[in-house]
């Protein structure tokens, strides 16, 4: 019965979503990034960073020649300007992406659904000394910037950088601590998949049949009807599962299976008496019908959520 | 068996479709061209920039951004169809990424942000800058009181920065280093540089450890005005008092300014944190965050800029008067741009508050 308990997960991290209102007044929900995706984009800029750094530098000496110190002050400055304002360029041009968000599908919001403001970008992405570079220059250069220093340092160093390092780890909203101080969020962009509406798909072929036999109209066109009491039992989340199982990629066999499975727990709740050849045929038509019945009911105002409500 | 789903499905005639058609399928088949083509506009903003949309699409954006809206809130509450309200979600979700990401060209930011928000946000944290200017006087005060009666002082309070120096170098030879001057393509440059980026450095880590309630913050700026104490007390007891501030006030004035800001930067942060005061933490942290980074950036190009005056300018006039008319002019410089730039701007904005 395992395809059905994963079809079953209509919202597979629910407790990484959050809704935001957005200035129209209407609330969109986002799944908040992953702490590990988050980390893999910030290890992607990184990567990016150091090899700017590299490939300017290179190209600054071929081009001026090697005069020392003019170069050397142009990397330092090249430097502090790429740790300090990169993260913050890419999120003011591209709408809340870096290249490393980018690759990885994440993006920065504002939390309130506001425009994402400047002043946000710059707050969230300045306060990175104190939460990635001076641990992590404490992580691996310790040793440089304090030589002789005691384990009780060492140990309050590491402490110190695990904290900061790790902060979006230990919240609920994944927040770092620019995060908090500007009042952003690291979503994911959700994708964009538009698949054909079961009812409209059942109908036409439905109409294909019909065209193909047109004799046999009356035992293929309305093979299954379900009556009032019938389409009563299920509610919403009844039949959105239903939906769920319905688009599980067809043609394996073990759908097949899951389907007479389906199929046989909905006659036998229903009181469904003629027999059924094609099981995904009578879903789909039962899913049809029982959808149809569940809309007219919202229309008159009774949303019916699950198999238990009244 | 036959299997349904294997029959290609859309695009039919209206017609075809049973007589007790769905409102919900009805409302898809509608709106459906709409939503496309914003997914299409979507994808061409992601791919190629927001910038190469052509006028005519640029202003669809919005149209299209909120008929996606109005679908999204019919579908919830007429269609029963998971896969399609999720679909309008994720729609409304990306459309809302261009439409209420950062939206203006960078250099409009930036005009923007040193035109206005920079010295309206530094005039709305003066009572901070106030005392993290008090906190760095005191300091220096105290430092160059103790050092001037006892110069053994000096090596406590700037014994690091000392560069040679020191209580132990005469008179002249520290005479010498306040009108030594070298060619500016020297090691000069690299110094300045660095300089410029350690100060830096110092100044956003003085903000940012405004979040470890703002202690690190005021020892910053405490041992910041010990070593100015100090260095001042070495040279005025040697009697080159007013050579000393000729040689630090050109570059001294925008760089004690910047850490200030720094300093009070963190400040903001830190009362934000401890005393939130009506608003919840989160709320104040958001606010006060965002006005103390933009004071940071400010001191940051603050610093660069004392960075350039220290590294050209200094080394190369060594004439008193006119060090300390250029260190008189930063000062009115900054006074000004701190004190009047914007101002209109701040009334203009509050007039239209009021009209709305």
């Not at chain 1, 110190?160 to 009042?183: E, Q, T």
């Not at chain 1, 959105?240 to 709740?269: C, F, M």
């Not at chain 2, 979040?211 to 070495?234: E, I, Q, R, S």
């Amino acid at each position: 019965m395992r395809p059905v308990v994963s079809a079953l997960r209509i919202n597979d991290n629910a407790q990484l979503v959050r809704e935001i209102v957005t200035p129209e007044g209407i609330p969109v929900r986002f799944t908040l990034a992953r702490a590990g995706d988050r980390a893999a984009g910030f290890a992607i800029d990184l990567v990016i960073q150091i090899a700017l750094l590299v490939v300017i530098g290179l190209g600054l000496r071929s081009a001026v020649g090697d005069t020392g110190t003019w170069l050397t002050a142009a990397i330092v400055l090249l430097a502090f300007a790429l740790q300090n304002f990169y993260f913050a360029l890419f999120e003011i041009r591209w709408q809340g992406a870096t290249p490393g968000k980018r690759a990885i599908g994440i993006r920065v919001i504002d939390a309130r659904g506001g425009q994402l403001e400047t002043s946000a970008v710059l707050a969230r992405n300045l306060i990175r000394e104190l939460e990635v570079w001076i641990p992590l220059r404490l992580l691996f250069l310790g040793g440089i910037v304090w030589p002789d220093a005691p384990g009780w340092a060492r140990l309050v160093a590491a402490a110190w950088a695990f904290v900061f390092l790790f902060m979006p780890a230990f919240n609920k909203d994944r927040l770092r601590i620019g995060d908090m101080i500007a009042g952003t969020r690291v979503v994911m962009q959700p994708k964009l998949v538009l698949v054909p509406d079961l009812v409209d798909e059942t109908a036409a072929a439905a109409a294909a049949l019909r065209r193909a036999a047109p004799g046999a109209t009356a035992s293929a066109a309305a093979a299954y009807s379900f009556n009032d009491a019938q389409l009563s039992i299920y509610g919403i989340y009844e039949l959105q599962v239903l939906e769920g199982v319905l688009r599980i990629n067809p043609g394996d066999l073990s759908h097949l299976e899951v389907l007479r499975t389906v199929s046989d727990k909905v006659r036998a709740k229903i009181r469904y008496e003629p027999a059924v050849l094609d099981h995904e045929r009578f879903l789909r038509e039962f899913y049809t019908a029982q959808r149809t019945h569940l809309e007219q009911k919202l229309l008159f105002g009774q949303r019916r959520q699950d198999k238990f409500s009244r | 068996m036959q299997s349904l789903a294997a029959v290609p499905a859309t695009r039919l005639p209206p017609g075809a479709i049973a007589a007790r058609a769905l409102r919900s399928v009805e409302f898809r088949r509608e709106r459906e061209a709409t939503w496309r083509e914003l997914e299409d506009l979507i994808a061409a903003a992601d791919r190629r920039g927001l910038r190469t949309l052509g006028a005519e699409q640029l202003a669809r954006l919005p149209h299209l951004y909120r008929a996606a809206l109005s679908s999204l809130s019919v579908a919830r509450s007429i269609s029963l169809d998971l896969a399609l309200v999720e679909y309008l979600e994720s729609l409304v979700g990306r459309a809302y990424f261009v439409v209420y990401g950062t939206r203006q060209h960078l250099r409009r930011q930036i005009a923007e942000f040193f035109g206005w928000k920079l010295p309206a946000t530094v005039r709305a944290a003066r009572w901070h800058i106030l005392a993290a200017a008090i906190v760095t006087l005191a300091a220096a005060i105290a430092a160059f009181q103790l050092t001037s009666a006892d110069l053994d002082y000096y090596y406590a309070f700037a014994g690091s920065m000392a560069q040679g120096r020191t209580p132990a170098s005469s008179a002249a030879e520290l005479r010498d280093g306040l009108y030594h001057t070298e060619s500016a393509s020297g090691a000069l440059t690299t110094f300045a540089a660095s300089l410029f980026s350690h100060n830096a450095r110092i100044g956003i880590l003085a903000f940012a450890t405004g979040f470890v309630a703002g202690l690190p913050t005021l020892l910053l700026l405490f041992y910041n005005g010990l070593v100015l104490g100090a260095f001042a007390a070495l040279y005025h007891v040697r009697g080159l008092g007013l050579d000393v501030w000729a040689w630090m006030l050109p570059h001294g004035v925008t760089e004690l300014t910047a850490v200030v800001l720094c300093g009070a930067a963190g400040l903001l942060l830190a009362q934000a944190l401890v005393f939130p005061g009506a608003r919840t933490r989160i709320d104040s942290l958001r606010e006060q965050g965002r006005a103390a980074a933009v004071i940071v950036v400010g001191a940051v190009g603050m610093l660069f800029i004392a960075g350039l005056i220290e590294g050209v300018f200094r080394q190369t006039v060594t004439s008193v008067p006119v060090r300390l008319a250029v260190a008189a002019a930063t000062a009115a410089g900054w006074i000004y741009y701190f004190g009047f730039v914007g101002r209109g701007r701040v009334r203009r904005d509050a007039a239209t508050e009021v009209a709305r």
